[in-house]
């Protein structure tokens, strides 16, 4: 039988990957949109697409891991200084993380699993 909490986690990995994605197509994190730019052109974070790309995950344990490969990530999902010698402040330009309906994707697709779990279970003895 396979394991009801892999599964879950598999399934809620892709799911959280795509609407990750989805903020840099919408240009903000889940209804927050980035400070523009001080030229107002497009972030960087939309016109290049590295670090879009780079944004990778992984299962360990129980636990979802986001990665980027990208050196700036941080400094963009967090805010903070950013740049060489006096550098300057990035805003924050979350693109990654916990958002608020977050709670209910995660219990939305446990359920889906648990139920089919469970349909699998009643037709193995049926």
Do not use: C
């Not at 697409?49 to 986001?66: C, N, V």
């Not at 963009?76 to 924050?92: I, S």
């Amino acid at each position: 039988m396979n394991n009801p909490t892999q599964n879950i986690l598999r399934i809620l990995k892709v799911e959280l990957h795509d609407k990750f994605d989805q903020n840099f197509s919408k240009g903000g994190f889940f209804g927050n949109r980035w400070k523009p730019k001080k030229d107002g052109s497009a972030s960087h974070l939309i016109k290049r697409g590295i670090l879009r790309r780079s944004i990778r995950s992984h299962i360990e344990g129980d636990s979802i891991i986001f990665t980027s490969s990208t050196p700036y990530a941080t400094v963009h999902n967090e805010g903070g200084k950013a740049g060489r010698g006096k550098g300057f402040t990035m805003p924050k330009r979350q693109f990654i993380g916990e958002y608020p309906g977050m709670q209910k994707t995660v219990q939305r697709l446990a359920k889906q699993e648990i139920e089919k779990e469970i349909q699998t279970i009643i037709k193995k003895y049926q």
